[in-house]
């Protein structure tokens, strides 16, 4: 009796599985190709148009010149410190989570669907990159500004910022294109 308890139980899972397998794809099939691009351009620009991007990135590399080390008399520093603080974490926020990418799944063809988990992947290496940079910008450049500094350290100090910028680059590039890509066709 157990076991035709056990076998019942594997053919139910069993049937369960086919039967969501043919819902994902019945769905997939259900999505016309118009709609689908429809939806995967609005997926990418509807949180932010790349200008948005680009005027997040602007602003938090603007923060990020605050020098909190020559100036921590100032009571402004504090205050330009803390808003550099808060704005290099929202642009983590801004990151697509795996809820919500699979949220657009069936609203898109499986082709559709894969370009924009390419997408994402790219927005998000872009977005921890400018997170990345814009951190070792705002520790580097005072010091690289101080003319106590050595210039084994300064060297130091260029090779991680370097580093970090052409991390940045490659991975806001990859994005552009992928954007670009995406909203052109």
Do not use: R
Not at 69 to 95: R, V
Not at 177 to 184: E, L
Request: hydrophobic letters at 30%; glycine letters at 2%.
């Amino acid at each position: 009796m157990k076991k035709v308890k056990t076998i019942l139980l594997i053919l139910t899972t069993l049937c369960f599985s086919i039967g969501m397998l043919l819902v994902v794809n019945a769905n997939a099939a259900k999505v016309s190709t118009d709609k689908s691009k429809t939806e995967l351009q609005a997926a990418v620009s509807q949180p932010m148009t790349k200008d948005n991007y680009q005027n997040l990135e602007n602003n938090l590399l603007d923060a990020a010149k605050v020098d909190d080390i020559h100036n921590s008399s100032d009571p402004g520093t504090q205050g330009s410190l803390t808003s550099f603080h808060n704005q290099l974490e929202n642009i983590l926020d801004k990151k697509v989570s795996k809820k919500e990418l699979k949220k657009e799944k069936k609203y898109m063809t499986s082709a559709d669907y894969k370009t924009y988990k390419g997408y994402v992947k790219k927005l998000n290496a872009y977005l921890n990159s400018l997170h990345d940079y814009a951190s070792e910008y705002q520790t580097a450049t005072p010091v690289l500004n101080d003319n106590n500094t050595t210039e084994s350290e300064k060297s130091d100090y260029h090779e991680e910022l370097n580093e970090a910028q052409t991390k940045f680059n490659d991975n806001k590039q990859a994005w552009s294109d992928a954007y670009d890509n995406i909203m052109n066709n």
